[in-house]
């Protein structure tokens, strides 16, 4: 595990987005585990400012993200596949055919399932995982008690979660409370992990997921047993760390 300590929000983005571009530059063709949420919309940001300067090419990368809510059509503002074409897609020239999240529009969750684990096959895996963490140790939206050995699977949001997610939404009833999400086993299955955090919320959980037991009662403490993981915390979220 490497541990890379950042100023500030912007220097962890800068820092994380580094990464990500020498994994593109490295292979180009690659594919990317992306993730939603505040965490790394600053990576995007900076991603397309390189890709505006001509520094980085994204046509031939494949995304495969991790999460989409249940019964949140492409189209709904709220929807993670919405999230990723305003913040990050409609911006760069990755191929629209080469862009993966699950299908919340489809109740048949098996289904949904099924054929987001033969993606990730067909793609031969994925080389770099981005991951955000929930204040309760979620990756993805893989929550407390998870079992570590699934796939791409249903599940039903913890309330600290909706409660979190809740400032994206009119009101609290709007959440949706089940998600589709990569599943642990996938994720450990990424040839590279980078890991970010920020800000206080973070710093008890990110101590405890990188040093305290590794358990799925904190679902990213599994990370730790990771070959090749890399964590940017800015100095708010890594207050902790020994
Ligand atoms: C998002 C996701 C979630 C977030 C986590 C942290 O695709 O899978 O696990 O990474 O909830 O969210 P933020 O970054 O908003 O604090």
Redesign the pocket.
């Known amino acids: 595990m490497k541990i890379i300590r950042a100023n500030s929000y912007q220097d962890m983005s800068r820092k994380a987005a580094n990464l990500i571009s020498a994994q593109v530059i490295m292979k180009p063709n690659c594919v990317l585990g992306?993730?939603?949420?505040?965490?790394?919309?600053g990576i995007y940001k900076q991603l397309i400012d390189w890709y505006n300067k001509d520094d980085i090419d994204f046509s031939q990368v494949t995304s495969i993200?991790?999460?989409e809510y249940v019964g949140l059509s492409h189209d709904h503002e709220q929807s993670?596949w919405h999230f990723m074409q305003k913040h990050f897609f409609e911006h760069i020239n990755i191929r629209q055919d080469h862009i993966f999240v699950p299908d919340g529009s489809n109740p048949d969750a098996e289904e949904v399932c099924r054929n987001y684990d033969q993606i990730i096959q067909r793609f031969g895996g994925i080389d770099l995982q981005l991951?955000?963490?929930?204040?309760d140790g979620?990756?993805?939206?893989?929550e407390p008690g998870a079992a570590f050995e699934l796939g791409t699977h249903k599940v039903r949001l913890q309330e600290s979660?909706i409660q979190?997610?809740k400032r994206f939404f009119e009101s609290e009833d709007e959440v949706p409370k089940e998600a589709y999400?990569m599943g642990i086993k996938t994720i450990m299955q990424a040839h590279k992990v980078l890991l970010?955090?920020?800000?206080s919320?973070?710093a008890t959980i990110i101590r405890d997921a990188l040093y305290g037991p590794v358990t799925p009662q904190v679902p990213a403490s599994i990370l730790q047993m990771h070959p090749d993981l890399t964590v940017v915390v800015d100095r708010e979220a890594g207050a902790l760390l020994p």
């Open positions: 992306l993730a939603t949420g505040s965490s790394p919309e993200n991790l999460d993670y991951l955000g963490i929930g204040v979620h990756i993805g939206f893989n979660t979190a997610n999400t970010i955090a920020s800000g919320a973070k």
